[in-house]
């Protein structure tokens, strides 16, 4: 039986995983992505990166007792922008030196076996659709949203990645749910990512907590503001769960737009399941059942709905296993290079 | 060479035209869809229906000088929902005796050709991208809004209709654009429907010239109004281009958040195109132009568009065109079942 290899790069770890051909993860490896010993922005250099990936990749082969001849193929998982066929990270955020990178064909090279570059947002929710919250069979239609940092998105459309015609699908972060809404780091304004996105919802709740001495008062987070200047996403969700009131009314506001992100999910690609993930998705029970309920209150009266919003279930594993399902994905219909190039 | 028919319902008029291969419209007939000599709603009584689109389709292929032999297969776009892979209408608001009607087979067997049923706006989109706006053969990702009475929208993906998992993919008009805005029939508040359909348009004019003497005084529309009690989209339009200020505001809001919707389009799944069709269309390039303003004002700063927003070229026919053509691709891929079934 064939193994696949994942790997999912990160800013700050590049992680490397074996799965059998049923999506089970063997071995999972997380090293840092930049080079200890070299200093500055070289320490991420595509080269050194990509050196530590295939490193990575040995290791997790090796830690499962496994040959690089038991893995029949490896997904990359990137973040940034990439052209996903030519296997190129045209540009990264998080990885400032990253321009026009091959990496897909290094990382062949390197590891001498087939491989495939995929998004990273993409590669989760694949990995969600196969082994996670929508492993069931009779789910072949699925959308994730990763609340983070920022807001990310993956179609799975009929069982497969949809990538768009330029790769820039699923950017659900900047479709805008508030016109005239606050301006996002991207130039536009009202971007979902400034609404329901972890570090926008704590950005919410800080500046009220500044402008008001009432609010600061009343609200059970005013202590905490008081001594660290901030609070975060997962202080509102812990307060609003505890039933302060302003900590619910921002609490609420995410969720009453995120719900309205997935009504316009639901009208515009009509999935069996919405999935959430990244950071906020810790906030568990309190988070799906806020959003579900804004979901249903917000939704249409024609019929009832036919998608499910369900927690991610792989967490952090998401991307791994992911990038190994595309690529045991395409190395079934043959769709991959021959190692090394 | 093989041709194909395409039928398309509407509430009003039963459509049937022939195309050849390349989707050349050869003949093209139009027949109302109720039976004039019955009485009330059994006029469009599904049986009474379906026996009329078959006379069409009989009609459009004596007319283009051709047999029943030489049509490969047929194509039947309808309102309403549906549940397509089994070819059943299982509701349709312009057709009120239509529930669970078997469309499909039914057709199939009063033409003896082997039948598929597809969305109409889907079928228009495929019309567009087949040999429209998106004829060039290097576009396989395409977005039409059909902005008319109501918002319709149909997706091309890699060539392919988007149906999503239950049928309801591209229901544009129903994504919400403004949080707590008007309500919609649907039962939703501020879908893209209730501001950037033509009708809604129009009402939204006459209601402000309804609600201002001043606005009636000093707007070119207020004779209008004045007379008949209402403006149409049309009439925005026209005293828009014309320079009435009050029209041009009008006119900018329906645009403006048009272009909000075509850069969620995008974010989304990333077309290489958007076509703009139905009844709004009309004002062809005051609308593109407008619209296509606002899309690149409003467009994020990380990188330029690649989308291009067009017109429909192909106006009423598109819905014939592009059911002959999705008949012409599941009869090339052998996906129909044989006449009669």
Redesign the interface.
């Known amino acids: 039986m064939p193994y696949y290899l994942g790997l999912d790069l990160g800013g700050t770890n590049v992680k490397a995983g074996v799965t059998d051909g049923q999506g089970k993860l063997l071995t999972h490896v997380s090293i840092p992505t930049a080079d200890a010993t070299i200093k500055g922005r070289a320490s991420l250099a595509p080269k050194i990166v990509i050196r530590r990936m295939v490193d990575a990749g040995r290791q997790a082969i090796a830690k499962a007792g496994l040959q690089l001849s038991d893995i029949a193929a490896t997904g990359v998982a990137s973040p940034g922008?990439a052209s996903l066929a030519k296997g190129v990270v045209l540009r990264s955020a998080n990885l400032p030196l990253w321009e026009n990178v091959r990496i897909r064909a290094a990382v062949s090279r390197g590891l001498n076996l087939p491989a495939i570059l995929e998004n990273d947002a993409n590669a989760a929710a694949y990995g969600e659709w196969w082994v996670g919250a929508g492993k069931s069979r009779r789910i072949?239609?699925l959308f994730m949203f990763t609340l983070g940092t920022g807001v990310g998105g993956g179609?799975i459309?009929e069982g497969k990645v949809?990538?768009?015609?330029?790769?820039?699908?699923?950017?659900?972060g900047?479709?805008?749910?508030?016109?005239d809404g606050d301006p996002?780091g991207?130039?536009?304004?009202g971007c979902l990512e400034t609404y329901c996105s972890a570090s926008y919802t704590g950005k919410r709740a800080s500046r009220q907590l500044a402008g008001s001495t009432k609010v600061r008062k009343q609200s059970t987070l005013g202590p905490i503001f008081a001594q660290t200047g901030a609070v975060t996403a997962a202080d509102v969700a812990h307060h609003a769960e505890a039933g302060d009131a302003f900590a619910l009314t921002i609490w609420n506001q995410t969720c009453?737009?995120l719900a309205?992100a997935c009504?316009?999910v639901?009208?515009?690609?009509?999935?069996?399941m919405i999935v959430l993930a990244g950071g906020m998705s810790q906030a568990g029970a309190f988070l799906l059942q806020t959003v579900d309920r804004h979901f249903r209150e917000?939704?249409?009266?024609?019929?009832p709905p036919?998608?499910t919003i369900a927690l991610a279930r792989l967490g952090n594993d998401a991307g791994v296993i992911g990038a190994a399902g595309v690529a045991k994905r395409a190395h079934e219909q043959g769709q991959l290079p021959p190692a090394g190039k």
């Open positions: 922008q072949d239609h179609i459309h949809v990538h768009g015609a330029s790769d820039f699908a699923a950017e659900i900047h479709t805008i749910v508030v016109p996002c991207c130039g536009q304004r009453r737009l309205i009504i316009n639901c009208h515009f690609i009509d999935p069996q917000n939704w249409w009266k024609m019929t036919t998608s």
